[in-house]
C-alpha cells in the first residue's frame, strides 16, 4: 500500500510539474548560410520578414556553430548534446542500406592523401539518449515533423524518443520534390501543387492544438532549403526583378525556397500566438550547416555566404557558422543580439538547467548549458570544436581537419598535412578578419600549441576515431595548390586518372546500388544513367534478402525486354534470371518476382542497351518474410 501512495505522488509531482512547464519548438533550417536571411544585414536579395518577427521576440546570436559543415553530424549533436566526434556521425550517410555502428579506419588511403579518412557511423545508435526521450520522460507531447536523415526503421524518430513523425522519411531531402506530387512512401499531397513546407507547418499547427494544455516538444526540422531546387512558379517569378547579375546571390529560385521556409516559420509563430502559446513556448532557431555554394542553379550557386569563406562542407566560417535564435519568455530580452560563440551540443544541455530537469546517470554532454548567455552574459573563454575527418573535394575543401574556436581566435589542424606525418595547422583571428584570409599559424605558434592542446583534450575526452598517417601516400599524385581554393574549371584542372567505366562504386548517393558497363548520378531524387552498354547493369548486396522476392522499380527508358537476376552464393555461372518488358516512352512501375528458395546474395538490374539516358526514380526489394529495402534516390 505504502508503495502504491508513492507511486500516486510520485505520477501526480510529475503531472503537476509538467504542467507548469513551457513549450519547447526546435525549428532546424537545412543548407540555410549565416547570410540566407535578414538577421545580419549581409543580404538585400532574400527576404525573410518572419525569421526578422522570430529574433523581435528573442536573442540573436551572431556567432551561432553547427556542429559539423554537414547536415546528419549536426542532426545527432542537436539530439544527443554530443559531438559527431563521439557518435562517429561524421559524413550525411545515413540514409544508405549499411548499417555501421562505429566507425574504423582503414589501413591505407588514395595515394594522393596524407591522411587515411575514418569510415563513418551509418545510424544514430538508440542507446544514446535523446532530448526527446527527456522530455516526454518529464511530461511532454514530442512530436517530430520534417526531415530526419539519422537512420530509417528501427532508428527513426519513432525510436528515438518521438510519438508522432511525419513524413517517416528517412531521405536526405524531400521526396523528389518540394511541390507535390511528392515521392514519400506513406505521405501523400492535400491538393496538386502543395509546398511540402506549407504542409509541415499545417501538420505541425494541428499537433499543437491537440495538446490541449499539455506541454510540447516539437522538433520542426525543414527540408528547406536542401537540394532538389524547386519552389513555387509565382515565388520565382515574384523574385526576378530583384535579381542582380553582380550580386553573388542571384538564383530566383534558391530565393522562392528561402520565402518558402520563412513563410513556414510565419505560420508557427501565427499559431502560437492564436492558441495564446507565445508567452510560454521556447523556439530555438539555427541550421545544420552552412549555405550550399557548390551546386548549380539558374546558371549560378545555390548562394553565397559573403563575408564569410567557404560554405557547407566547408571547415571555414561558411560551413559552420549558421543563423542562430532562441526566444525564451522570462530570459531572453526581446530584440536583444549576443556575440557569445555557441554550438549544436549546447541546446540539449542548456534546455535542461532552464527547465530543471535532470541529465540521467551516466550521460555525457559535450555541449554545455548557455544559460548564461540567454541572460545577457558573456562566455569569455567557451571553446567549442567541429570534427571533420573527410575529404568533400568541394570548392574550399581542406584535408580531414578539426577546428576550436575560443573567444576571437579559430585554429584548425589538418590531420597529418605537414611534412613526415606531422599535423598542419591554419590560425584565423576572426574579430579582425571575418573572411578568413590571413592565416597566422607561423606568426603565433605558442597560441597555436594553447589551442592544439585545447584539440588534443576533445578528441581524447570524445574517443574520437581519427585519422592516421596514410603509408600509401604519394608525393607526386598530392596537389597542394589546390587546398583551400575553389578548384579550377575547364583546361586549368589537373586531370584526374581516367575512371573505369561504369566504377561508380565510391558515390554515395547511389546508396549501395553499383553501375556497371554504364555511367550512374543522382540529380534531383533521380538516378541516371548513361554511357549505356550492353552489358549494362545495376548491382546490390542483397544477402539479407531471403526466400521469394518481389522486386519493384520506376523506371523511365525506351521501349524493350531485359532481366533482373540474383547469385545466391555469388558464383557467376548459377545466377538465376527473371525477364521483363518495359513499354518504354514514359515513368512506369515495373514489377519482377524473383522465386528464390534462400538468400538473394547479389542482384542485379540489367538495363536494355539506348543511347538516351535511362531514369530510375526508386527500387525496392520485398521479401515474404517480411524485409523491405527501399532506395529511393
Same mark, same amino acid.
Given at each position: 500500500m505504502r508503495s502504491f501512495f508513492l507511486g500516486l505522488i510520485f505520477a501526480l509531482s510529475t503531472s503537476l510539474f509538467a504542467a507548469s512547464q513551457p513549450n519547447v519548438i526546435v525549428i532546424l533550417a537545412d543548407d540555410l548560410g549565416w547570410s540566407d536571411t535578414t538577421l545580419y544585414g549581409t543580404t538585400t536579395f532574400y527576404k525573410t520578414p518572419n525569421v526578422e518577427r522570430l529574433a523581435k521576440r528573442g536573442m540573436t546570436f551572431t556567432r551561432a556553430y553547427s556542429a559539423s559543415p554537414l547536415c546528419s553530424p549536426t542532426r545527432s549533436a542537436l539530439l544527443t548534446g554530443q559531438s559527431p566526434a563521439r557518435t562517429g556521425i561524421t559524413v550525411p550517410n545515413c540514409h544508405v542500406p549499411q548499417v555501421v555502428l562505429e566507425a574504423t579506419v582503414p589501413k591505407s588511403g588514395?595515394?594522393?592523401?596524407? +591522411?587515411?579518412?575514418?569510415?563513418?557511423?551509418?545510424?544514430?545508435? %538508440?542507446?544514446?539518449? %535523446?532530448?526527446?526521450? %527527456?522530455?516526454k520522460d518529464a511530461g511532454y507531447a514530442t512530436a517530430h515533423f520534417g526531415k530526419w536523415h539519422l537512420g530509417p526503421e528501427p532508428y527513426s524518430p519513432l525510436q528515438q524518443?518521438?510519438?508522432?513523425? @511525419?513524413?517517416?522519411?528517412?531521405?536526405?531531402?524531400? +521526396?523528389? /520534390?518540394?511541390?507535390?506530387?511528392?515521392?514519400?512512401?506513406?505521405?501523400?499531397?492535400?491538393?496538386?501543387?502543395?509546398?511540402?513546407?506549407?504542409?509541415? +507547418?499545417?501538420?505541425?499547427?494541428? *499537433?499543437?492544438?491537440?495538446?490541449?494544455?499539455?506541454?510540447?516538444?516539437?522538433?520542426? *526540422?525543414?527540408? /528547406?532549403?536542401? +537540394?532538389?531546387?524547386?519552389?513555387?512558379?509565382?515565388?520565382?517569378?515574384?523574385?526576378?526583378p530583384r535579381v542582380n547579375p553582380k550580386d553573388a546571390q542571384r538564383s530566383p529560385t534558391y530565393a522562392a525556397m528561402v520565402q518558402s521556409m520563412d513563410d513556414a516559420i510565419g505560420t508557427l509563430l501565427d499559431a502560437l500566438d492564436r492558441l495564446k502559446l507565445a508567452d510560454n513556448t521556447i523556439i530555438i532557431f539555427t541550421a545544420d550547416n552552412g549555405g550550399n555554394m557548390y551546386n548549380e542553379i539558374d546558371g549560378t550557386t545555390p548562394t553565397s555566404n559573403r563575408p564569410l569563406r567557404g560554405g557547407k562542407a566547408t571547415m571555414f566560417e561558411g560551413g559552420t557558422r549558421v543563423p542562430g535564435v532562441i526566444v525564451w519568455p522570462g530570459i531572453t530580452i526581446a530584440g536583444s543580439r549576443s556575440d557569445a560563440v555557441i554550438q549544436s551540443e549546447d541546446y540539449y544541455p542548456t534546455l535542461l538547467a532552464g527547465l530543471g530537469l535532470k541529465a540521467t546517470e551516466g550521460q555525457h554532454f559535450d555541449g554545455a548549458s548557455i544559460l548564461p548567455a540567454l541572460k545577457g552574459d558573456a562566455l569569455a573563454g567557451k571553446a567549442v570544436f567541429q570534427y571533420f575527418p573527410h575529404n568533400p573535394g568541394v570548392p574550399d575543401w581542406l584535408p580531414p581537419a578539426v577546428s576550436v574556436h575560443r573567444d576571437e581566435w579559430k585554429l584548425i589542424r589538418l590531420f597529418h598535412g605537414g611534412d613526415n606525418g606531422a599535423h598542419r595547422y591554419l590560425l584565423f583571428n576572426l574579430k579582425d578578419d571575418l573572411s578568413e584570409k590571413t592565416e597566422l599559424a607561423a606568426q603565433k605558434p605558442e597560441l597555436v600549441r594553447e589551442l592544439d592542446a585545447l584539440i588534443e583534450k576533445f578528441l581524447t575526452d570524445t574517443h574520437a576515431v581519427v585519422p592516421l598517417p596514410n603509408p600509401k601516400f604519394d608525393p607526386a599524385k598530392y596537389h597542394p595548390e589546390l587546398e583551400g581554393k575553389q578548384q579550377p574549371k575547364g583546361k586549368d584542372k589537373p586531370k584526374a586518372a581516367p575512371k573505369a567505366k561504369g566504377k561508380d562504386d565510391g558515390d554515395p548517393a547511389l546508396q549501395g546500388w553499383k553501375a556497371r558497363d554504364c555511367r550512374a548520378s543522382v540529380k534531383d531524387?533521380?538516378?541516371?544513367? %548513361?554511357?549505356?552498354?550492353?552489358?549494362?547493369? @545495376?548491382?546490390?548486396?542483397? /544477402?539479407?534478402?531471403?526466400?521469394?522476392?518481389?522486386?519493384?522499380?520506376?523506371?523511365?527508358?525506351?521501349?524493350? /525486354?531485359?532481366?533482373?537476376? *540474383?547469385?545466391?552464393n555469388g558464383v557467376e555461372g548459377k545466377a538465376q534470371r527473371m525477364t521483363f518488358t518495359l513499354k518504354g516512352g514514359d515513368w512506369e512501375d515495373v514489377s519482377v518476382s524473383l522465386p528464390a528458395e534462400g538468400p538473394l546474395g547479389i542482384v542485379r538490374l540489367y538495363l536494355p542497351m539506348q543511347e538516351q539516358p535511362v531514369e530510375i526514380d526508386w527500387i525496392e526489394l520485398k521479401s515474404n518474410g517480411g524485409k523491405v529495402t527501399r532506395t529511393t534516390f
Open positions: 588514395p595515394p594522393d592523401q596524407k +591522411a587515411i579518412m575514418p569510415n563513418p557511423v551509418t545510424r544514430l545508435k %538508440t542507446e544514446y539518449r %535523446t532530448i526527446a526521450e %527527456t522530455m524518443g518521438f510519438d508522432v513523425d @511525419l513524413p517517416h522519411h528517412p531521405g536526405p531531402g524531400p +521526396a523528389g /520534390s518540394y511541390v507535390a506530387p511528392w515521392k514519400f512512401a506513406n505521405f501523400t499531397e492535400r491538393k496538386p501543387g502543395e509546398h511540402i513546407e506549407d504542409r509541415m +507547418a499545417d501538420e505541425a499547427v494541428a *499537433w499543437m492544438e491537440k495538446q490541449q494544455g499539455k506541454p510540447f516538444y516539437l522538433n520542426y *526540422w525543414m527540408f /528547406s532549403v536542401h +537540394a532538389p531546387f524547386d519552389a513555387k512558379k509565382d515565388f520565382i517569378e515574384g523574385s526576378r531524387g533521380i538516378l541516371r544513367i %548513361t554511357n549505356i552498354g550492353d552489358a549494362c547493369f @545495376l548491382g546490390f548486396g542483397a /544477402s539479407k534478402h531471403s526466400g521469394p522476392t518481389m522486386a519493384t522499380f520506376r523506371i523511365k527508358a525506351k521501349a524493350g /525486354s531485359s532481366h533482373f537476376d *540474383w547469385l545466391a
